[in-house]
């Protein structure tokens, strides 16, 4: 069965420093997608970052990339110079075969950034 | 980007109504969305795929006749959570997939929260 695992369940960082959050992932299917979501106390979900399976290059979007290693089946995000609004519960994601866009979410880090 | 919207954005309720949240995509086809249930702390558990035209795929665990999914039009999904009881308080979500927006992002609609008294 697929599975998303986030063993981080919180995270402290220092405004201005790198943090990585862990995310690890199962499944079966060759050709799968997978997403990191921001979710702020207000609740709505961010999209952050996507990675392929099959794409040969991490993915990064602004301060935000991905760490894709698929013989370990892991995709933890990396966000460098961390900013106080940054501060939020972030989802792992996956979505498990290629012709469906539903998504199976891990359990979640909460991320604190101090000033 | 491709925009979701949601309506109501919270509800209170007494136990034993029901309680309808509809789910649009603004600027976008969608012909399968998806709801989502979140309770406080938790990650966000599939309920559903709704499809356009045809009936709601549930997850397994699901109540098909308590939460009741019409996908009458390619922009309109909605769930009904029928005969609500305090059990069923909780923050639900719907999505649409980003392949049908053109890019693999999935969009999110704001989410209703639910209280049932």
């Known amino acids: 069965a697929q599975k998303i695992t986030q063993t981080q369940p919180g995270m402290f960082v220092q405004e201005k420093e790198a943090v990585t959050l862990d995310c690890t992932y199962d499944?079966?299917?060759?050709?799968?997608?997978l997403f990191w979501y921001k979710q702020p106390s207000s609740g709505e979900m961010i999209f952050l970052i996507y990675?392929?399976?099959?794409?040969?290059q991490n993915a990064t979007e602004g301060r935000y990339s991905l760490n894709f290693q698929k013989a370990r089946k892991s995709a933890n995000l990396v966000i460098s110079a961390s900013q106080l609004g940054d501060s939020a519960m972030y989802f792992c994601?996956?979505?498990?075969?290629?012709?469906?866009?539903?998504?199976?979410f891990g359990t979640g880090t909460r991320l604190q950034v101090f000033p | 980007g491709a925009v979701v919207s949601q309506h109501p954005s919270w509800v209170i309720c007494k136990s034993g109504t029901s309680v309808k949240i509809e789910c649009r995509s603004l600027d976008f086809q969608a012909t399968t969305m998806f709801w989502y249930r979140q309770f406080p702390k938790q990650s966000l558990m599939l309920m559903a795929t709704s499809n356009e035209g045809s009936k709601a795929t549930y997850e397994q665990g699901v109540e098909k006749d308590k939460f009741l999914i019409n996908h009458a039009s390619l922009t309109l999904s909605t769930l009904t959570v029928t005969s609500a009881h305090p059990e069923d308080s909780s923050f639900y979500i719907c999505?649409?997939?980003?392949?049908?927006?053109?890019?693999?992002?999935?969009?999110f609609g704001p989410g209703t929260r639910l209280t049932v008294l």
């Open positions: 499944t079966s299917d060759p050709s799968y997608g």
């Open positions: 990675q392929g399976s099959y794409d040969q």
């Open positions: 999505s649409a997939g980003g392949r049908l927006a053109g890019n693999n992002e999935q969009f």
């Open positions: 994601a996956m979505s498990p075969k290629y012709n469906t866009d539903k998504l199976i």
